[in-house]
């Protein structure tokens, strides 16, 4: 069965410094990746995926995640925080090869951006 | 403009009642799915559809039941049999039940129910 661990609950960086959520996976066939970000009181807004295509994959805002096999990792980085940044962040796998649609949601990091 | 709405945003319930929440998308999606988030506990699967007249029970689908009788529509009842309902829903759509394989699930913006 596939699952996602997100190694932090909570980081903290201040404006202009370099962001690192972490995310481990398991998967037993190939995993489809994705980061979604969620503002308070509000819905999941994808950021980025990966889907077998490149393992370095671009998302929105600046963000990027690298897809790494041998370490079954799937971090999201981005090179200079933003106040708007300050959200939570959920890693997230697919429930493949069935094809139910279904996604595998970790246990989210919540970033705070300190001014 | 296309998305899902859902209502109310902020509902109160007393125990023993019943509540349903409204989940409507305009973007001609076939796949619908109802989400539960708990603090610190990441979002779980109550149910989800993959086409009209279909759904499915999730991971954690006991108190809760469902409908799907249009393709715009799936409203989620939280029953008087669900042992703690205080928690926020999020309803989500995708084309199909695949392409959600790609990440592609579009989110409402939640209900937040509590229960006094």
């Known amino acids: 069965a596939q699952s996602v661990t997100q190694l932090d609950s909570h980081v903290s960086v201040s404006e202009g410094t370099p962001v690192l959520l972490r995310c481990n996976y398991s998967s037993s066939y190939s995993p489809s990746l994705f980061w979604y970000v969620q503002h308070p009181n509000k819905g999941l807004q994808l950021l980025l995926k990966y889907t077998s295509a490149a393992t370095l994959v671009k998302g929105i805002n600046g963000f990027e995640a690298e897809f790494k096999k041998s370490e079954t990792s799937f971090h999201l980085t981005k090179p200079s925080a933003h106040m708007s940044d300050a959200a939570e962040y959920f890693c997230?796998?697919?429930?493949?090869?069935?094809?139910?649609?279904?996604?595998?949601f970790g246990q989210g990091t919540t970033l705070q951006v300190k001014p | 403009d296309g998305g899902i709405t859902q209502s109310p945003k902020y509902l109160f319930r007393k125990e023993g009642q019943n509540v349903t929440l409204s989940c409507e998308q305009n973007l001609n999606h076939d796949a619908m799915y109802w989400y539960r988030q708990d603090p610190g506990q990441g979002l779980r699967l109550i149910y989800y559809?993959?086409?009209?007249?279909?759904?499915q029970k999730g991971d954690i689908a006991e108190g809760y039941s469902v409908s799907r009788e249009k393709k715009e529509s799936f409203p989620l009842t939280v029953t008087s049999a669900q042992k703690n309902p205080t928690a926020f829903y999020l309803c989500?759509?995708?084309?199909?039940?695949?392409?959600?394989?790609?990440?592609?699930?579009?989110f409402g913006e939640g209900s937040r129910l509590t229960v006094l």
């Open positions: 559809s993959q086409i009209v007249n279909d759904f």
């Open positions: 989500a759509s995708s084309i199909s039940s695949v392409t959600a394989n790609t990440g592609e699930l579009f």
């Open positions: 997230v796998v697919s429930d493949r090869p069935s094809n139910t649609g279904k996604l595998i």
